[in-house]
């Protein structure tokens, strides 16, 4: 017979009734950084000059990850309605996938692409409140 998990292994996977929330939010983590890095990657293959590459490099998630700290995070400091926070994400997480194709791999931008747009559709929807309640899901940012 196999072992009935506790009650803190069944929390690591359901969070708020919700489950693969924990998931998602660290894939969605996970998502935010390899964005950057893809970027990163973008702008030093970028060419023209060193000095170019350097500041597409460097600039490029530099900008990416200000606009995220200061619109998309969960405790941005301005926090746009929903329309706002998804052009912003679109901006910085969509970039990523356009970065990764412009250093020539069409098929793995395509596949970012995808992941991000599901764990992106998952996220806000789990962020919404549980049906009959008024409260966001963990994570989620106050109205």
């Not at 924990?22 to 702008?43: K, P, S, Y």
């Not at 530099?62 to 301005?78: D, E, H, N, Q, Y």
């Not at 969509?94 to 970012?112: E, K, S, T, W």
Request: some cysteine.
């Amino acid at each position: 017979m196999g072992r009935t998990p506790s009650d803190g292994e069944r929390r690591a996977v359901v969070v708020d009734g919700r489950p693969w929330y924990v998931a998602n939010e660290l894939l969605a983590f996970l998502i935010e950084i390899v964005a950057l890095g893809l970027l990163c990657w973008w702008g030093f293959a970028s060419g023209g000059g060193v000095g170019v590459s350097v500041l597409l490099g460097l600039g490029t998630p530099a900008v990416a990850a200000a606009l995220w700290g200061l619109f998309a995070a969960p405790r941005a400091p301005f926090r746009p309605p929903l329309p706002g926070v998804l052009l912003v994400k679109g901006l910085v997480l969509g970039g990523g996938a356009l970065a990764l194709y412009g250093v020539g791999h069409p098929v793995g931008a395509v596949a970012v692409a995808v992941v991000t747009l599901v764990n992106v559709t998952v996220a806000e929807v789990f962020r919404r409140p549980a049906p009959g309640g008024t409260e966001p899901a963990p994570g989620a940012a106050a109205p």
